[in-house]
């Protein structure tokens, strides 16, 4: 799985990222495994971390975490 984080106006989509040269070959874009979370939880310490976390766990294993 390819993980990117996504930043106010940030037009970043799994799209742009499996559009990167030489991506093409890589598992994840083959499969369509790249998602796309909020970075503003991620890269700063503090309790919505905990929820960042559970974005990425229903994304990386959706039949334990999905809704």
């Known amino acids: 799985a390819i993980v990117g984080p ?4 940030d037009q970043l989509t799994p799209d742009v990222i499996a559009a990167r040269p030489g991506w093409e070959n890589l598992a ?3 499969d369509g495994a790249i ?3 909020d ?9 919505r971390v905990v929820d ?3 974005q990425l ?4 294993y959706p039949e334990r975490f999905g809704e």
């Open 6 to 9: 996504s930043s106010h106006g």
């Open 28 to 30: 994840a874009v083959q």
């Open 35 to 37: 998602y796309i979370v």
């Open 39 to 47: 970075g503003d939880p991620i890269s700063r310490p503090g309790p």
């Open 52 to 54: 960042a976390l559970e």
């Open 57 to 60: 766990a229903a994304y990386l």
